[in-house]
């Protein structure tokens, strides 16, 4: 069974549209990464899958639930981690987790969960004067209730510090060691990478790759980048570099060019830059980063 | 009853508002002081204190105190946690979003309760020992019918804020309910008794259609004072509630229990209302 199911999701408010048919599965016991840039539609997925708002069409499974008709019985199951890390200001770390354990029905101490991110001895303070980072643990523990069958991420590592980036990566990979479920969104690829099984890479609201870390180097075309200096870089220059055979994204940074090209188009991007009239000072090859391989998904070779 | 653990944590969150102990700090000690003005000044109470009249007294204040108090402490109700984004905190656990309005409800009820028995309790206390006469079931009585009010308050303002995803939007819309509804109801009266009478004023108040009682009882306030007429007829100023004297009305419907009436209506519709519009909502 699979844990999220989308078929042919579409959602628009007025004219714009958020969502494209989008048609995505999540397996059971994977960790999926949900990449795209700010704006992209992960948010409103994830919206969708917890019935805070209606798709125009289109279907959304959630532990093989329907996310609208059975939202209650999803979210009995579901453990989220909201964006943005807002809490009750007026409640304590304490009120916020009976809270949850009394919503879900779970029989437990407030303070063992809080314990189990480290926060146990802030238990009694209001929210309102936690740190962003013990903000971040209180959601965690939160999230983590009743041992979630699905734990989703909503933009987890926003404005974090390395430590807190550590703590969901722990987080991660203790619920699928148990065999759950982790559904991850992030407009960083590098906080996904390193934990992810797979991942899906939102653009415009259009699903536009699924695949593994591995599977996406591959289909990426395994090709290398190119950075060139110049002393000076013509518009002509760049238009004849992507009209070359061979070259992916251009992206140009001053008078520098980053560009993704094959093994046998480099010398051809050299001589083209050239011939627009620029003098190369330097250029080095790197192989593609997973990085730029997300960039050029995103961007779409802009 | 899943209601019941949002109402829990809806009041840990809105009994902390500093804003309105504030206000019913000033309100209790208003209630008081009224109190012993009522058993001190024979002007007040009309040369002969009695321990009804002072509850009639008392209710005046409460009316206006729960108005206000029920406006600053619900207008953020659900529009400010759909502001701030704490919704999906709530709507991310197994509770329906019926429930959601269902607990801040009785949250925020809760919550403006404390300080209207606190003061009802300290008024009558100290009223009833300067006056030398207690009324215990009268008190009681009004205990219920001002706890009615402030459901129905409570449901006005959260039913008004959960049409709304601006907290800007929410106080408008609650201040603007208090002043058409509250403070200028008597001109909506009086412009309804003028287009009916064909563009003239009635000679005097006695020759105003009858149904006009019914208007007069709309706004929350009348109601309670109505209602409260309607479980205390012998008070001395009970007479017919708010708005025009019984005797003058003699249709059927010209009987204080009209305030019991209107007030369940506001009970129900705001908040049917609000949460209908809030069911259908994108968050």
């Known amino acids: 069974m699979a844990a999220i199911e989308l078929e042919d999701l579409t959602k628009r408010y007025g004219d714009v549209t958020a969502l494209d048919g989008v048609d995505l599965t999540v397996r059971s016991g994977e960790v999926f990464g949900f990449l795209g840039p700010n704006g992209a539609g992960k948010s409103t997925t994830i919206d969708i899958l917890l019935d805070f708002v209606r798709p125009t069409s289109g279907q959304a499974a959630v532990l093989g639930l329907d996310a609208q008709a059975s939202s209650l019985e999803v979210r009995r199951r579901v453990g989220v981690l909201p964006e943005g890390y807002q809490v009750y200001d007026r409640l304590t770390g304490r009120q916020h987790v009976a809270f949850v354990l009394d919503s879900k029905d779970v029989d437990e101490e407030p303070i063992d969960a809080m314990a189990r991110v480290g926060i146990a001895d802030a238990a009694d303070r209001r929210a309102s004067d936690y740190s962003k980072g013990m903000r971040q643990r209180l959601l965690l523990s939160m999230a983590l209730v009743g041992d979630p069958d699905l734990l989703v991420l909503d933009e987890p590592s926003t404005g974090l510090d390395p430590a807190g980036v550590r703590e969901i990566r722990r987080v991660v990979r203790e619920t699928a060691d148990r065999g759950a479920t982790v559904f991850f969104s992030s407009h960083i690829l590098s906080q996904v990478e390193a934990v992810c099984d797979r991942v899906g890479i939102l653009r415009d609201g259009e699903l536009v790759a699924v695949d593994s870390i591995e599977g996406l180097r591959e289909t990426g075309g395994g090709g290398e980048t190119l950075r060139v200096t110049t002393d000076g870089l013509p518009d002509a220059a760049l238009e004849a570099v992507r009209a070359l055979e061979g070259v992916g994204a251009v992206r140009r940074d001053g008078d520098s060019l980053a560009v993704e090209a094959d093994g046998t188009a480099k010398t051809a991007v050299l001589d083209a830059i050239e011939g627009a009239g620029a003098t190369v000072l330097d250029f080095e090859t790197e192989s593609r980063s997973l990085e730029e391989l997300f960039l050029a998904y995103t961007e779409g070779g802009r | ?283």
């Open chain 2, 1 to 283: 009853m899943s209601w019941r653990v949002v109402a829990r944590k809806d009041f840990q969150d809105a009994v902390r508002s500093r804003a309105l102990w504030a206000l019913s700090g000033v309100f209790l000690l208003l209630t008081v002081g009224l109190a012993v003005l009522y058993a001190t000044l024979p002007v007040i109470a009309g040369g002969n204190p009695t321990a009804l009249g002072l509850i009639f007294f008392l209710a005046g204040i409460i009316g206006t105190f729960v108005s206000i108090a029920a406006i600053l402490a619900g207008y953020k109700a659900v529009a400010g946690e759909r502001e701030r984004g704490t919704i999906k905190i709530t709507l991310s656990l197994p509770h329906t979003r019926r429930d959601v309005i269902l607990g801040k409800l009785l949250g925020r009820t809760a919550v403006l309760a404390l300080p209207v028995v606190g003061a009802l309790v300290a008024g009558t206390v100290v009223g009833g020992v300067l006056v030398g006469d207690v009324a215990p079931v009268a008190t009681v009585l009004l205990g219920l019918v001002a706890l009615l009010f402030t459901l129905a308050y409570a449901g006005i303002v959260v039913g008004l804020s959960a049409t709304t995803g601006s907290t800007t939007r929410a106080a408008a819309l609650a201040i603007g309910f208090f002043l058409v509804v509250e403070l200028f109801w008597d001109v909506v009266v009086l412009a309804l008794a003028f287009v009916t009478n064909g563009f003239a004023l009635p000679a005097s108040p006695t020759a105003f259609p009858d149904w006009l009682y019914l208007v007069q009882q709309v706004p929350p306030s009348s109601s309670f004072m109505t209602s409260l007429a309607a479980v205390l007829p012998d008070a001395p100023a009970a007479a017919a509630g708010a708005g025009q004297a019984a005797g003058q009305v003699t249709a059927f419907y010209a009987t204080p229990w009209v305030g019991v009436v209107a007030l369940a209506v506001w009970v129900v519709v705001p908040i049917a209302i609000g949460y209908y519009r809030f069911d259908a909502a994108d968050l």
